[in-house]
């Protein structure tokens, strides 16, 4: 399987982070873009990395707080609006492109509000774009994969965990990929993943001498804030 590159929230480097403008510029250059994912108030995804809204829309209070209808309202960066997973389905479907969609879940949040969220979105599309489903939450995936058996999912690691770490949590988990921080993967590790017949993700790679490293290790998939950079 030849290296594939994923536009990191979008392209978080060359637009406002997790915005639609974000994610057509990761499209037209990259194999992919991923996305991070709360849910609202309502129950719906909202598109955003932080559960607070201050360091990217500067407005008081938390995405759970809030409705999408409200959340749609607010500037993102550069006129852009907060979109749904919904948007981001859609304009991933128009090029024909993969979303991967990176859970971000709250404390005492069940596994399966997620889940059935998602479930109840996909439901909406008649057809839906390749997607592979992430978290650092893996409570969360084990439910996801009972309520979405066919869905492609990877378990992605805590910054900073060893390898010893990362082997002994995949030993427990039913899923078709890991996704890594770049700076913890090394060759042995890299090579007992692909051992498992799991799929490898780096992130967040942006230097050349990295992305050099990472194709020597075979990785198959590298997240990056500025898609375009390599081909």
């Known amino acids: 399987m030849k290296c594939l590159i994923a536009g990191h929230r979008g392209a978080a480097s060359l637009a406002p982070e997790n915005t639609l403008k974000a994610f057509k510029i990761g499209l037209e250059n990259a194999d992919a873009v991923e996305c ?22 500067n407005r008081d209070g938390k995405v759970k707080d809030y409705t999408m209808a409200e959340l749609a309202e607010f ?12 948007d981001a389905l859609k304009l991933t479907a128009a090029f024909g492109k993969t979303l991967i ?7 005492g949040e069940r596994p399966e509000a997620a889940a059935r969220a998602l479930q109840k979105t996909f439901s909406a599309f008649g057809s839906l774009p390749q997607i592979i489903v992430c978290s650092f939450n893996h409570e969360t995936l084990k ?12 378990a992605t690691m ?12 995949m ?29 490898l993700q780096a992130w967040v790679v942006n230097k ?15 997240y990056t804030d500025f898609p375009g950079r390599w081909r």
């Open 36 to 57: 991070d994912v709360r849910l609202t108030k309502d129950g719906v995804f909202a598109v955003m990395h932080d559960s607070d809204l201050r360091r990217t829309a």
């Open 101 to 107: 969609i990176e859970i971000k879940t709250e404390d």
């Open 75 to 86: 500037d993102a960066g550069d006129g852009e609006k907060i979109p749904s997973l919904s």
């Open 143 to 154: 439910s996801v994969r009972n309520l979405i058996p066919k869905i492609i999912i990877a």
């Open 158 to 169: 805590k910054e900073g965990m060893t390898a010893g770490e990362i082997e002994s949590e």
């Open 171 to 199: 030993s427990g988990l039913d899923t078709d990929g890991v996704s890594v921080e770049f700076h913890s993967l090394s060759r042995e590790l890299a090579a007992k993943i692909k051992a498992r017949g799991m799929f």
């Open 208 to 222: 050349e001498e990295d992305f050099k490293t990472m194709l020597k290790m075979g990785v198959d998939w590298i």
